[in-house]
């Protein structure tokens, strides 16, 4: 993964101390309430309904086992012992307190780490594939790029204060796992007709309040272009996005109110100036940061490893896991694991500091002291041997780290919610804990297969439930919580926005109505048809009517 | 004391304000400046400052004035000799179109300033208008911020091609001046160092 040199670590350390110089003069009166914020936020520092809250940037997801233990330490002595992995590949605190934070932003700064432009109205963390570098299906490594795009966006003076917070991802593979339909910019790297190196830049996705997918902005753009080009992108919206309604300010609108060809045309005009800028990215500078993100230095084994088919054959708890939480590698005999952070009973994307350092120590033991974070809130190893498999799940399994339900019904993607966040319209986690006890049967959750459920606490949609298969909303319904249910989202090349199936419900019948929707899907499906399959096949009636079907019914609200 | 800061190169200081800036009457009529509706201003044509507004703007007879653009276009003739002796600078809101500045001025050099003024510091919108004035049109003399101008903006300003700063009044301009070096090597190219930092340093892996 990317190694600072010494100017990466000046910008870090200089950032420490302005911001250490900011926190006093808001502690001291000399800043107020509305000129902090700004600055704060731009730091990752929320203020909460009870807490500050503190959002620490993972580029691209990547993490090394020396920042995952300091993390883990940050959590036990500036916090309550846990942390909070976000569908944006960040780390979430939850309890800091404001005054040390410009410690906690010195501490991590050792380790090459920092909370900036986290939050605010700035280009934001890029994110990424977790399986970028060791997918089969890869046809590019984003993550040059990416880093490439994180220093250029990183105090980029002219996108400081942007009409709204603006997300960028990047993705290199056939199948999309970086949701980048759904971002205000996606790239999608791949190799032209002539072999180079191209991308597909889409633009004004976005979910919130207004879910809308991306539109394709240019079909092909050389990889030299990707920062010129986005700054005529960029630029356009910072002059002319909206500035006097925050819900009307994301690019989604501004390209919706202008019309993709029109916004297309005054970009292409904006960039006639910037192209060959010199922020035109050099060959020499894609080689240097691509050297950090070479092959790991990987053994030439066996694709089949005669311990681990013995192993599967022999335990079927080890093989469930297998299953669910072992992904193919591009490198023969190795895998990659999923570590859930969804086990029944939690908050998804929590992680201990204890648990935070027995992944780190995993890591280190086995693959190669790095590791991810998913959009999905789970921790991932991304090189395996075959034979150290079971060595792993051991070891994950006693630190609660193995529950083999990654990509079923409980692997729930969910925001902080009413418990956390002060914007909230209704809680969420105690729904995704609902949940999880209502399907707390391994063998039916193989059973119903691959399936995504996300819920949002409000409109706002941190949990993605636009695009979830199922999708829970919070909504205010004469100041009391109850939940709007959505079904057919899907993320991925073919994205969509799910369809909100009728009038909401209350959180104790939220359990019996998935239990619902999944009774439809099982009588109905046929074979080898997932969810998202039957949904789209017989549409939203069929789930209505036996939802809101009256005999059973006490659920209409 | 003056809150004046100019830049000489990399070396700031605090210097008298010598221009004085012209304001717009109050309007009857509804302001319709609102951030975000420059779209709107761009497809109808719609104007943002009355007839009545430019006409009586009160500009003084003698000194170094900085009109609003809407009456630097407006009532260019009668300040003709004036412009020509350099005692004209123009400043502009952030929601104003700088294509309507250059289809009046083309040479953009015989203005001694251009200010642009930040109503809340909030809008970056200031950014791209200095960097377009500065890399796109070619302007060269002194590019003030005023308005809402505080000390934790002046580093993106300077990047952004300002070379003076009135800070806000109730704020210390002595304060604000250390910021201007928050950051010793910045990442990207921009206005006041173009390349991008993979450009200036041989950056080993
Ligand atoms: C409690 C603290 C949080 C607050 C106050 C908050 C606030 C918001 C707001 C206001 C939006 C809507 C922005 C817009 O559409 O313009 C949003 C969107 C979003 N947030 Fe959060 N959020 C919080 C926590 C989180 C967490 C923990 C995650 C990850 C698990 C997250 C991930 C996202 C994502 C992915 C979106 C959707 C982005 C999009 O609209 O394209 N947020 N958040
Ligand atoms: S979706 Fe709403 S409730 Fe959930 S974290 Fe985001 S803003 Fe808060």
Redesign the pocket.
């Known amino acids: 993964m990317y190694k600072y040199d010494q100017i990466d670590q000046q910008i870090v350390d200089e950032r420490v101390a302005q911001y250490r110089d900011q926190t006093r003069r808001y502690l001291a009166g000399e800043l107020s309430e509305d000129e902090f914020r700004p600055l704060r936020l731009q730091n990752g520092l929320?203020i909460?309904?009870y807490a500050p809250?503190l959002?620490i940037a993972v580029p691209y997801g990547m993490l090394s086992s020396r920042q995952l233990h300091k993390l883990a330490d940050i959590a036990a002595k500036y916090d309550k012992d846990y942390g909070?992995?976000?569908?944006?590949q960040?780390l979430?605190l939850n309890w800091p307190k404001l005054e040390d934070v410009p410690d906690i932003l010195a501490e991590l700064a050792t380790v090459e780490m920092h909370a900036i432009q986290t939050?605010g109205n700035c280009i934001r963390n890029i994110t990424t594939d977790q399986f970028a570098g060791i997918a089969p299906d890869e046809v590019i490594d984003p993550r040059a790029m990416a880093e490439i795009m994180r220093q250029w966006s990183t105090f980029h003076p002219e996108f400081a204060l942007l009409p709204?917070?603006f997300?960028i991802a990047v993705s290199g593979t056939k199948q999309d796992r970086a949701v980048i339909q759904?971002?205000?910019i996606g790239m999608e790297f791949y190799t032209d007709s002539s072999g180079k190196l191209a991308i597909k830049v889409w633009v004004g996705?976005?979910?919130?309040?207004?879910?809308i997918l991306g539109s394709v902005i240019r079909e092909h753009l050389d990889w030299q272009h990707a920062l010129t080009y986005c700054e005529a992108i960029i630029r356009v919206y910072n002059l002319h996005g909206r500035r006097d309604n925050?819900?009307k300010?994301?690019i989604k609108i501004l390209v919706k109110a202008l019309g993709i060809d029109e916004f297309k045309n005054q970009v292409e005009a904006e960039w006639a100036f910037l192209k060959d800028a010199p922020n035109t990215i050099t060959e020499a500078e894609l080689a240097r940061v691509g050297q950090h993100f070479e092959d790991m230095p990987y053994d030439a084994l066996q694709a089949h490893e005669a311990s681990f088919d013995a192993a599967v054959a022999s335990n079927p708890a080890f093989a469930a896991w297998v299953k669910r939480c072992v992904h193919a590698h591009k490198t023969a005999g190795y895998r990659a694991v999923t570590l859930s952070l969804k086990p029944h009973g939690s908050a998804p994307?929590d992680a201990t500091s204890a648990q935070m350092h027995t992944v780190a120590d995993l890591a280190e033991s086995y693959s190669f002291s790095e590791l991810r974070v998913s959009?999905e809130?789970n921790l991932i190893l991304a090189d395996v041997k075959l034979s150290d498999l079971l060595a792993v799940w051991e070891k994950a399994r006693a630190n609660g780290l193995a529950t083999p339900n990654i990509g079923l019904l409980t692997d729930i993607?969910?925001?902080?919610?009413g418990d956390?966040?002060?914007?909230?319209n209704a809680k969420s986690i105690p729904i995704a804990l609902a949940i999880q006890a209502q399907f707390d049967n391994l063998d039916y959750l193989h059973d119903i297969g691959d399936i995504e459920l996300n819920i949002s606490g409000c409109?706002?949609?941190?949990?993605?439930h636009h695009v979830g298969h199922i999708g829970i909303l919070g909504v205010d319904k004469d100041s009391a919580e109850f939940y709007q249910v959505s079904i057919g989202g899907k993320q991925g090349n073919d994205a969509s926005i799910g369809a909100v199936i009728g009038p909401s419900f209350a959180a104790d019948e939220m359990p019996s109505v998935i239990q619902k929707l999944i009774d439809v899907y099982i009588k109905e499906r046929t074979d080898e048809e997932r969810f998202i399959d039957t949904v789209r096949r017989l549409g939203v009636a069929p789930f209505k009517a036996h939802v809101y079907a009256k005999d059973t019914n006490e659920a209409t609200a | 004391m003056s809150n004046l800061i100019k830049l000489n190169g990399e070396t700031a200081s605090i210097v008298e304000n010598e221009w004085t800036c012209v304001n717009l009457p109050a309007s009857q009529a509804e302001q319709r400046v609102q951030a975000g509706k420059v779209v709107l201003f761009k497809l109808t044509g719609e104007k943002s400052v009355t007839d009545e507004q430019i006409a009586t703007a009160v500009i003084p007879a003698t000194g170094k004035v900085i009109v609003p653009l809407s009456v630097f276009i407006a009532r260019k003739n009668s300040l003709e000799s004036r412009i020509n002796a350099g005692e004209i600078g123009v400043w502009l809101d952030t929601h104003e179109v700088l294509e309507q500045l250059i289809e009046h001025q083309a040479d953009l050099n015989v203005l001694l300033i251009i200010a642009v003024h930040v109503e809340r510091f909030a809008d970056g919108r200031i950014f791209s208008l200095g960097t377009l004035l500065r890399s796109r049109y070619g302007f060269k003399n002194e590019l003030r911020a005023f308005g809402d101008v505080l000390k934790d903006q002046l580093f993106f300003l300077k990047r952004s091609g300002f070379t003076s700063f009135l800070i806000r009044a109730d704020r210390s301009a002595e304060d604000a001046l250390a910021s201007l070096h928050d950051f010793s090597q910045p990442y990207q190219g921009a206005v006041d160092e173009p390349q991008p930092i993979f450009k200036r340093y041989h950056r080993t892996a």
Do not use: E, V
């Open positions: 929320y909460q309904r809250m959002r909070h992995f976000s569908t944006r960040n979430q939050s709204r917070k997300k759904a971002h205000d996705g976005g979910l919130g309040r207004t879910p925050i819900y300010a994301r994307g959009h809130q993607i969910c925001c902080p919610g956390f966040c002060s914007l909230a409109m706002n949609a941190c949990g993605h």
